[in-house]
């Protein structure tokens, strides 16, 4: 009696069961696995990528840019600059500022050599300028070639400065590194200036007109040189 009530118990258990087969599978998201794959002793293999995380984009060098850059770094290293269009620009903004790093110390380093080659060339240019009979054949030549190496030395100091990276940040309003660059743009004027009046000296037609190139070559210098040494000088400033 004891096995019989058993067995018929067991009966409607496994009825209930095969009964309920499609909603447990259903709960337990095995409802779309073959029967062979739910009872195989190895597992299904599950691609190697479903466990690797998701490739990290590169930043964008442009996307830490700062406001206020000058203009001429806008137009090397700004979004649309040129050395983005021509693909020399590094692929990190770190690696910018490495490169302005080494750039600007080059600059400050070859500012000296050439603060001394234009103040050299100035006092020749006035020595010269003073007794003219007395030492032009001595003076003139040399007068010539340093102002030819002044001008190479002082080009090359330039580009360094406004070939250079952008910077970290720029700070708005007043500051001694402004002051240095618009004190730049007078000395840039002039350097520019005095190889042209230089040559214009030379080709003077009358004595009158000799006299009065080589004032403008002689106050030119002056005004070069002095805000050459004060751009120098306003970098040492606390602000």
Known sequence: MRYA??????????VTLVQAQPTLQVRLGLAHHPPAAL????????????YAPPA??????????PDGMPLNTRLLWGRKGLFRLLGLAPATRKRELEIRRT????HQRL????????TTQVILGE??????????QDLQPVHRTLGYATFGLYLTTASLSLGAPPARRYTPGFSSIKLHRWLAL????????????????????TPDSYERRLRTHRWVGRITLGAYTAAFLVILLPY
């Open 5 to 14: 009530l058993t067995g018929a118990l067991l009966g409607v258990l496994t």
């Open 39 to 50: 009872f195989s002793q190895e597992a299904p293999l599950t691609p190697a990528s479903a």
């Open 56 to 65: 990290l984009a590169t930043p964008d060098p442009t996307d830490s840019l």
């Open 103 to 106: 750039m600007l110390q080059w």
């Open 111 to 118: 500012a000296l050599v050439t603060f001394a080659a234009l």
């Open 127 to 136: 020595v010269l300028a003073s007794n003219r009979a007395r030492y032009y």
């Open 186 to 205: 007078i000395h840039f004027t002039g350097m520019t200036l005095q190889p042209w009046l230089g040559r214009h000296l030379r080709l003077a037609p």
